[in-house]
């Protein structure tokens, strides 16, 4: 079965500092992945989509970027951390024209 | 675009009581609306989808039901138990996962 890890789990960082988290999907090959941010436990943003190795798209100009560099891997990353970063981050994948969620990411910028 | 209102924002039922959250969408051309379960701290979980070519879908106690002359769908529980509570989403979406648009969410406490 499809399944989807996502880490870390929570993450506290300082303003200025870069950030990396990490998603991967096991049991299948060649998803769709997706991250999205939720911001006050409502409003699901899409930030990021991926269709392939090194092809990534962003919906929303922001001070984060991602990557894909295995088939199975996305990675959101920032270099300089905002205090308007901190969220909630969940990466997703679709399977059969279904979006799945992982577990996300509680992100707090001091 | 796409813009989907979900209502109400808040919903708090006795435990056996039903439960109906109601979204309406603008785009005529979405034809995929699925319903997410969200719990705290954790990420949505799918629950239940339909697509314009049903009106009604059922799921033991979850049904969702479609109206696309009026463009608005419905999540409906039934018999509520205190593990429903949580945050509830809908989506539509014109095509693919990428096009999908949320509505706000309902938080949802069922009342023992």
């Known amino acids: 079965s499809q399944t989807i890890h996502q880490w870390p789990a929570t993450l506290v960082q300082p303003v200025g500092s870069p950030l990396s988290l990490e998603c991967t999907v096991e049991g299948t090959s060649n998803p769709n992945l997706y991250w999205y941010r939720q911001a006050a436990g409502r409003g699901l943003q899409l930030l990021f989509y991926?269709?392939?190795?090194?092809?990534i798209s962003s919906e929303v100009p922001q001070n984060l970027s991602a990557s894909r560099p295995q088939d199975r891997q996305f990675i959101l990353s920032s270099k300089k951390l905002l205090l308007s970063d901190s969220g909630f981050y969940l990466c997703a994948w679709t399977f059969a024209g279904e979006l799945f969620f992982g577990e996300g990411s509680r992100l707090t910028v001091l | 675009g796409e813009n989907v209102e979900q209502h109400p924002s808040t919903l708090s039922v006795q435990e056996g009581d039903s439960a109906v959250i109601k979204c309406t969408y603008s785009?005529?051309?979405?034809?995929?609306f699925p319903w997410y379960k969200q719990e705290l701290g954790k990420g949505p979980q799918l629950i239940i989808d339909?697509?314009?070519?049903?009106g009604e879908k059922k799921d033991q106690r979850i049904a969702v039901t479609l109206n696309k002359t009026a463009k608005h769908f419905s999540l409906h529980i039934t018999e509520t138990q205190p593990e429903d509570s949580a945050v509830y989403f809908c989506?539509?979406?014109?095509?693919?996962?990428?096009?999908?648009?949320f509505g706000s969410g309902t938080q949802l406490t069922v009342l023992p």
């Open positions: 339909i697509r314009s070519n049903v």
């Open positions: 989506a539509a979406s014109t095509g693919s996962a990428r096009q999908l648009t």
């Open positions: 991926s269709v392939g190795i090194g092809q």
């Open positions: 785009d005529s051309a979405s034809n995929y």
